[in-house]
């Protein structure tokens, strides 16, 4: 949350977050920033890793049960556990995710802006199993849901595109999750977004 303190100021096309003196530099945001799930991945093994964080839902549906990934394998991807059964472990790498059992998985945007944003979406199913019962996937605005899709059981090539346009708080969350519904097996999904910042709202002081 931005203090009242903190001087906001929108100069030629950026957001200049200023802080009172001697706390130190001021953070600059560009307006119309992209941040994108594949540009931005990188093998850091750190989390968060900037805006982005990678997850899952311990309690399926439940947002606030989210719990970061402990390992980054030798598949440069996040994934839960200890890593001895790939792919069916929840998992999250740069252009594709797999859930668990009762296991959402997830990649989470943490804005640090007020504003307006739009969400490009991008999704495929991946991978056909014999039984397989297929996969939903959704994007959720702390824990609200603004757009979900179920892929069938089928690998079929049908992509699935489009916009949202939202507004968020700073500290609020995205979430690009994929469910695996009643089995854990043939659930690996191409789930790509980027998020555009296109208008900037100066936090209300404390009191007004």
């Given amino acids: 949350m931005i203090k009242s303190s903190t001087l906001l100021c929108v100069l030629s096309g950026l957001l200049v977050l200023a802080g009172p003196a001697g706390a130190g530099a001021s953070q600059v945001i560009g307006l119309g920033v992209e941040y994108d799930s594949a540009a931005d991945w990188r093998e850091s093994g750190v989390q968060p890793d900037g805006a982005w964080s990678y997850g899952a839902y311990m309690l399926p549906g439940a947002w606030t049960s989210f719990t970061p990934l402990s390992g980054f394998s030798v598949y440069a991807a996040w994934i839960g556990g200890t890593g001895s059964r790939w792919g069916t472990q929840p998992s999250v790498g740069q252009f594709a995710?797999?859930?668990?059992?009762?296991?959402?998985?997830?990649?989470?945007?943490?804005?640090?802006?007020?504003?307006?944003?739009?969400?490009?979406?991008?999704?495929?199913?991946?991978?056909?199993?014999?039984?397989?019962?297929?996969?939903?996937?959704?994007?959720?605005?702390?824990?609200?849901?603004?757009?979900?899709?179920?892929?069938?059981?089928?690998?079929?090539?049908?992509?699935?595109?489009?916009?949202?346009?939202?507004s968020v708080q700073a500290g609020d969350v995205v979430d690009f999750i994929v469910d695996g519904k009643n089995d854990d097996q043939g659930d690996w999904t191409h789930f790509w977004a980027r998020i555009r910042t296109l208008h900037l709202r100066p936090a209300t002081p404390a009191g007004l």
């Fill in 97 to 166: 995710m797999h859930p668990a059992l009762d296991t959402w998985v997830v990649r989470r945007w943490t804005s640090p802006i007020a504003g307006d944003i739009e969400i490009d979406y991008d999704v495929m199913r991946l991978e056909d199993v014999p039984g397989d019962d297929g996969q939903v996937v959704g994007i959720y605005l702390n824990g609200s849901l603004l757009w979900s899709q179920d892929l069938g059981d089928a690998a079929d090539g049908r992509q699935y595109t489009g916009t949202l346009g939202t």
